[in-house]
Each structure stands twice: as structure tokens, then as C-alpha cells.
């Protein structure tokens, strides 16, 4: 007597069965892959259709999170939300990281630099606009997350600095304003 496995999006919890009419539909919430005696629960970040024939999870994508398990469908999945990020198959946002922002829906924590010649400091941003103008005395290169002071010698009287080269040397005869 020869075993037929059940195909994939089905189990059968009967071992010994000859026939492919013993095999179970996979519920919701479980993938089940070729040859399953049982269904398999859908992990955390993920989800499984009724049925499901892959041989595995479907991972929530990225710019999204789930936390619970035994998930049907992926529209289940929740928007990442502002200040952090999702990478694919997320169960736990991510903050995002400094010197950078994260609009709602990121994917990645260092796709939106703060621009040149403004800094992030370590509080997660969420927009463009949270990001601090650079100071008197200091440049700051993107992704900055704190401002960068002139050196000994030098000053920088402008607002937003954007590299090292924006400092000027101070003359030999007078006192240096805005010194880093």
C-alpha cells in the first residue's frame, strides 16, 4: 500500500491514511506545506490565508507590523507608525535612529537623513522639519545627530553649516566671533 501525501494547503491529523480524501482544508491562520499531519501556526509578523498553500508565512511588508500570531490575513497588518521603522515581517517597530527621520509607513531606518547643515540629537524625528538648525561655530553633515564645532582658530558665523570648509580662519588682529 503506498502513502499519498496530502498536497500542500491541506493536512491530515490520521496517519496511516491510503487516500488523498482523508486530507483536511488548512484553517486560517496556519499554513500547512506538502505532506502536513497538522496545520502550522502563523508566527508573529506574519499571515496565513484559509488554506494557505505556501510552505510558509506570509511576512507582513515592509512599512508594516504585527504582533499576534495565528493571523488570516495580510491586510491585518498595521502601518508602521511615525518615528519608527518596519522592515518585512516586523512584529515590533523600530525607533528610528538618530540624525535621521521616520515618517509613518518607513521601511528602513536611514532612508531620510537630516539634511546638511541641520542635526537630528537623539529623540526620534518624524518629519523633515524636526530636524535642528546647525549653530553658530558648528557644521553639520547629513545625518548628523549632533553639530560638529569649528576648531581652535577658526569661526563660523553663519546658521546651517554644512561641512568643515564653512569655518573660516580668524584674522591674526582681531578677536574671532563665534569660535567652535
Known sequence: MSVTPCPAGEYNPNRGQSSSSACQDCPTGSYCPLGSWEPI???TGAACPYKSVSNFATPCPAGKWLDDTGVGDVNTCQSCPERYYCPERTTDPVKCPPGHYCPAGSTSGTANPCAPGTYG?????????????????HYC???????????????????????????????ATTVCPFYG
Open 41 to 43: 501556526t502563523c508566527t
Open 121 to 137: 540629537g537623539l529623540d526620534s524625528l518624524a518629519a523633515p522639519g524636526e530636524c535642528a538648525a546647525c549653530p553658530l561655530g
Open 141 to 171: 553633515e547629513s545625518a548628523s545627530v549632533f553639530p560638529t564645532a569649528c576648531g581652535p582658530g577658526t569661526f563660523q558665523p553663519d546658521l546651517s553649516a554644512t561641512s568643515v570648509s564653512d569655518c573660516d580662519n580668524c584674522l
